[in-house]
């Protein structure tokens, strides 16, 4: 169900993302999913994005840890590539649709504005937690290589942004260009950095 979740996040956004939707999506009986997520839409987002944080965050520390901030960037945007490529451009990042849509409940009747509103807050707060944690892999990867604290947190920002922002870019285009060329900017920019 948290799979199903994230898929449909990456793939359709927040507002899609209904637990009907999920049931549907996931193959799972109605009743496991109110079961498992007893607060409804809400939970099941924050366990859904906390899915696709970890999806990002594991290989992204594997790859620099093991082959340092550019070769393990480049490996990266790679399999950014290959998910872009092999879902004919429709996944993209569930942790950014949370970030850029707007909070709905699946209940019927008059929604409340000031809990919508609250759980909106609550997360943006997680996805802002998980660009964090992305940024700080990167930074440290840095820091590693010999880049100062402040320029690696600099470059390491420049990294995911770009990163984000471009997957979005090849989403509108249906084409990996814009990740390529985005990809080559930062890895210039690392280059230089780390010369």
């Keep these: 169900m948290i799979v199903g979740a994230a898929d449909l996040l990456r793939r359709k956004g927040m507002t899609a993302t209904s637990m009907r939707e999920v049931v549907r999506h996931s193959n799972t009986p109605r009743g496991s999913i109110t079961h498992h997520f ?8 924050e366990a859904a994005v906390e899915h696709a944080g970890r999806e ?10 093991k082959h340092g901030p550019v070769k393990g960037m480049e490996l990266f945007v790679a399999l950014w ?14 942790v950014l649709a ?11 009747g008059e929604p409340e504005p000031e809990l919508e509103a609250q759980i909106q807050l609550q997360l943006l707060d997680q996805a802002n937690a998980i660009f964090g944690e992305w940024q ?14 402040v320029r690696s947190r600099s470059l390491a920002l ?14 509108a285009a249906r084409s990996a260009a814009p990740l390529d ?10 280059a230089r950095e780390l010369a």
Excluded at 56 to 65: F, H
Excluded at 136 to 149: H, K, M, N, P, Y
């Design 38 to 45: 007893p607060g409804g839409k809400r939970q099941l987002l």
């Design 56 to 65: 990002v965050s594991e290989p992204l520390a594997q790859l620099l840890s």
């Design 81 to 94: 590539r290959k998910t872009l490529e092999e879902t004919a451009f429709q996944a993209g990042c569930a």
């Design 98 to 108: 949370v970030a850029v849509e707007q909070y709905s409940s699946d209940q019927r």
């Design 136 to 149: 700080e892999i990167v930074g440290r990867s840095l820091q590693e290589a010999g880049v100062t604290d």
């Design 158 to 171: 420049l990294a995911i942004a770009s990163i984000e922002g471009s997957v979005a870019l090849c989403r």
């Design 181 to 190: 060329l985005i990809w080559q900017e930062v890895k210039r920019s690392f």
